[in-house]
């Protein structure tokens, strides 16, 4: 069956928390050794794709993970992230930071959207923001596909949004993980590739 989207101008191609402190070698994860090539590569892939979706009229949002300052500026981090990630400092996914911000490559965003948990719609006003625009069809890539994008996905699919989400857009730790989120998706999400909505978007 083929791939089907909708019309680019009622199209948002969601970014999840493709951020310098996710990427960057100077970054926090950087720092505290986190890294995945396949992580890595999502950037230089998804840019082409940025690119045509805004020439036809779509738009370009992203999603930037947030650790907010609290009491004498400390990150508030929640109990399970800090017990896997124990190397995040002060400083690290903090507004407005240079960690905070998506990386260059994929620059300029349309619409930038603060998170502080997996879903990018948990406590933020990216639904009101996608009515308010006329969006009706997500296109999703980003990280983690078995965390952020996975979250992100079912919960736009519980507010009738229709997603499509990249099996090559996204990426996790580890590529296993990554290939079974994938599969779990499939029921409540339209699965496609990189190439697949290049083509309909140049065509």
């Known amino acids: 069956m083929a791939t089907a989207f909708a019309d680019p101008a009622n199209t948002a191609l969601l970014i999840v928390d493709l951020q310098n402190d996710f990427l960057h070698p100077k970054g926090a994860y950087g720092r505290g050794g986190q890294s995945s090539p396949e992580i890595a590569a999502l950037p230089a892939r ?27 500026g400390d990150p508030i981090i929640s109990p399970h992230l800090k017990a896997i990630r124990p190397f995040l400092a002060k400083g690290d996914f903090q507004p407005g930071s240079w960690g905070q911000a998506v990386v260059d490559e994929l620059q300029p965003i349309d619409v930038l959207i603060e998170k502080v948990a997996y879903s990018a719609f948990y406590m933020t006003r990216l639904e009101w923001v996608l009515r308010k ?46 290939e079974v989120s994938i599969e779990a998706l499939r029921p409540v999400a339209q699965i496609a590739t990189v190439s697949e909505a290049l083509a309909a978007f140049q065509s």
């Open 46 to 72: 998804l840019a082409p794709l940025t690119t045509a979706l805004r020439a036809k009229g779509g738009v370009i949002a992203a999603t930037q993970f947030t650790l907010v300052p609290g009491r004498g």
């Open 133 to 178: 625009i006329g969006i009706e069809h997500l296109i999703v890539g980003g990280i983690v596909t078995n965390g952020g994008v996975a979250s992100t996905v079912r919960d736009a699919h519980v507010r009738d949004i229709p997603v499509t989400v990249l099996a090559d857009g996204c990426a996790a730790f580890s590529p296993q993980v990554h």
